[in-house]
Protein backbone atom coordinates (compact mmCIF):
# COMPACT_ATOMS: atom_id res chain seq x y z
CA UNK A 1 0.00 0.00 0.00
CA UNK A 2 1.16 3.60 -0.58
CA UNK A 3 1.74 6.21 2.05
CA UNK A 4 -0.70 8.52 -0.11
CA UNK A 5 -3.69 6.29 0.23
CA UNK A 6 -6.34 6.88 2.45
CA UNK A 7 -8.76 4.45 3.84
CA UNK A 8 -12.01 5.94 2.29
CA UNK A 9 -14.76 3.17 3.43
CA UNK A 10 -14.87 0.04 6.35
CA UNK A 11 -16.97 -2.77 4.97
CA UNK A 12 -18.77 -5.66 6.77
CA UNK A 13 -20.29 -8.44 4.96
CA UNK A 14 -23.48 -10.29 6.37
CA UNK A 15 -22.60 -13.17 8.51
CA UNK A 16 -21.02 -16.10 6.54
CA UNK A 17 -20.45 -13.92 3.36
CA UNK A 18 -16.62 -13.15 2.71
CA UNK A 19 -14.87 -11.72 -0.70
CA UNK A 20 -11.72 -12.57 -1.82
CA UNK A 21 -9.06 -9.52 -2.17
CA UNK A 22 -8.99 -9.94 -6.28
CA UNK A 23 -12.71 -9.70 -6.44
CA UNK A 24 -12.99 -6.75 -3.77
CA UNK A 25 -10.41 -4.56 -5.57
CA UNK A 26 -11.96 -5.21 -9.25
CA UNK A 27 -15.18 -3.94 -7.83
CA UNK A 28 -14.04 -1.08 -5.74
CA UNK A 29 -11.60 -0.38 -8.86
CA UNK A 30 -14.84 0.06 -10.77
CA UNK A 31 -16.51 1.69 -8.31
CA UNK A 32 -14.04 4.40 -8.19
CA UNK A 33 -13.01 4.30 -11.75
CA UNK A 34 -9.35 3.87 -11.06
CA UNK A 35 -6.75 1.08 -10.75
CA UNK A 36 -4.91 2.60 -8.52
CA UNK A 37 -6.63 1.35 -5.45
CA UNK A 38 -6.30 -0.62 -2.44
CA UNK A 39 -8.14 -3.27 -0.66
CA UNK A 40 -7.25 -4.83 3.37
CA UNK A 41 -8.57 -7.13 5.00
CA UNK A 42 -8.68 -8.00 8.95
CA UNK A 43 -10.31 -9.82 11.44
CA UNK A 44 -12.79 -8.62 14.14
CA UNK A 45 -14.54 -10.05 17.33
CA UNK A 46 -17.70 -10.01 17.13
CA UNK A 47 -20.40 -11.22 19.97
CA UNK A 48 -22.85 -12.68 18.28
CA UNK A 49 -20.78 -14.32 14.99
CA UNK A 50 -17.23 -15.14 16.73
CA UNK A 51 -15.06 -13.25 14.40
CA UNK A 52 -15.71 -11.73 11.30
CA UNK A 53 -13.91 -9.83 8.32
CA UNK A 54 -13.68 -5.98 7.62
CA UNK A 55 -12.18 -4.86 4.66
CA UNK A 56 -10.91 -1.43 4.18
CA UNK A 57 -11.12 0.53 0.88
CA UNK A 58 -8.70 2.63 0.07
CA UNK A 59 -7.71 5.55 -2.70
CA UNK A 60 -4.79 7.29 -3.50
CA UNK A 61 -6.35 10.13 -5.93
CA UNK A 62 -8.90 12.40 -5.50
CA UNK A 63 -11.80 10.83 -6.71
CA UNK A 64 -16.15 11.18 -6.89
CA UNK A 65 -17.18 9.58 -3.20
CA UNK A 66 -20.76 10.21 -3.44
CA UNK A 67 -20.58 8.46 -7.25
CA UNK A 68 -18.24 5.28 -5.74
CA UNK A 69 -20.12 4.78 -2.92
CA UNK A 70 -23.47 4.37 -5.13
CA UNK A 71 -21.43 2.48 -7.59
CA UNK A 72 -20.10 -0.15 -4.81
CA UNK A 73 -23.51 -0.37 -3.32
CA UNK A 74 -25.05 -1.30 -6.55
CA UNK A 75 -22.17 -3.93 -8.01
CA UNK A 76 -22.37 -5.19 -4.19
CA UNK A 77 -26.15 -5.60 -4.09
CA UNK A 78 -26.03 -7.05 -7.64
CA UNK A 79 -23.54 -10.12 -5.91
CA UNK A 80 -26.32 -10.60 -3.46
CA UNK A 81 -24.13 -9.90 -0.65
CA UNK A 82 -25.41 -7.76 2.83
CA UNK A 83 -23.42 -5.34 4.43
CA UNK A 84 -22.58 -2.49 5.90
CA UNK A 85 -20.30 0.15 4.04
CA UNK A 86 -19.14 3.09 6.42
CA UNK A 87 -17.47 6.25 5.54
CA UNK A 88 -14.35 7.22 6.92
CA UNK A 89 -13.44 10.39 8.34
CA UNK A 90 -10.72 12.05 5.26
Known amino acids: MRREQK???LLHLGSR???GP???????AT???????HVSRRVQ???VDGTRPCYGL???????????EERL???LDARGYLF????MPI
Do not use: H, K, Y
Not at 62 to 67: E, K
Open 7 to 9: QVF
Open 17 to 19: QSI
Open 22 to 28: DDLRVIW
Open 31 to 37: ACESGDV
Open 45 to 47: QSS
Open 58 to 68: WVRRTFNRVAA
Open 73 to 75: RAM
Open 84 to 87: TLTP
